[in-house]
């Protein structure tokens, strides 16, 4: 009785170490994920009554306790962001229609962000950008509710970083993350 007792408390004391270890640094991300995550809900949920779960999850990927952070990431998913729905609405613009503009969208958007605009990090936002601008017409009869909807996701999903980098820097003036390196405890590498 005494080994199986043991070892959910040796698991417990393990747990709380690593929380002491961390300055509660995944506290401090669920915390900043609770409070814009209400923020985007109320904004667009409740008085927009749109559905904001491009919005949150835009948001996730770009909050972080450390502001630098998690402005390196807004920078890069907001900058690669408009590229990718220029380009696709350039794709929109262009042509008739067709399957293929997406696969020759998308690769003409990685080119770009890979050669000219040269902001590594969230570099695949610009495709995922271009991909809803375009899939969106392509789903819908006409181009143009096509490229509205895909014109109001953009805009979800630029929502959700603003709103993630505005709680960042709150939070860190209410409840200031520890000093030092976040990326190992957040699992944020700044790329993506």
């Known amino acids: 009785m005494s080994l199986s007792?043991?070892?959910?408390?040796?698991?417990?004391?393990k747990?709380?170490?690593?929380?002491?270890?961390?300055?509660?640094?995944?506290?401090?991300?669920?915390?900043?994920?609770?409070?814009?995550?209400?923020?985007l809900w109320l904004i667009l949920g409740r008085f927009a009554r749109l559905d904001p779960i491009w919005a949150i999850s835009s948001m996730v990927a770009s909050i972080d306790p450390n502001v630098n952070?998690?402005?390196?990431?807004?920078?890069?998913?907001?900058?690669?962001?408009?590229?990718?729905?220029?380009?696709?609405?350039?794709f929109l613009?262009?042509?008739?229609?067709?399957?293929?503009?997406?696969?020759?969208?998308?690769?003409?958007?990685?080119?770009?962000?890979?050669?000219?605009?040269?902001v590594p990090q969230m570099w695949r936002q610009a495709p995922i950008t271009a991909a809803l601008v375009i899939a969106s017409s392509l789903t819908h009869e006409s181009r143009r509710t096509g490229a509205e909807i895909g014109l109001s996701r953009?805009?979800?999903?630029?929502?959700?970083?603003?709103?993630?980098?505005?709680?960042?820097f709150v939070m860190s003036k209410v409840w200031p993350p520890p000093v030092g390196d976040t990326k190992a405890s957040t699992g944020k590498a700044g790329g993506g």
Not at 16 to 35: C, P, R, S, T
Not at 154 to 168: F, P, S, W
């Open 154 to 168: 953009v805009g979800e999903v630029l929502l959700g970083c603003i709103v993630g980098l505005t709680v960042t």
């Open 15 to 39: 747990v709380w170490e690593q929380v002491l270890k961390d300055h509660f640094l995944g506290f401090h991300l669920a915390a900043n994920i609770f409070v814009a995550t209400t923020v």
């Open 69 to 90: 952070l998690a402005y390196q990431t807004f920078r890069g998913r907001f900058i690669n962001a408009i590229l990718g729905c220029s380009v696709g609405l350039l």
């Open 93 to 118: 613009t262009m042509g008739g229609e067709g399957d293929w503009k997406l696969p020759v969208a998308l690769s003409v958007t990685i080119l770009i962000s890979s050669y000219v605009v040269h």
């Open 5 to 13: 007792a043991s070892r959910p408390g040796k698991a417990c004391t």
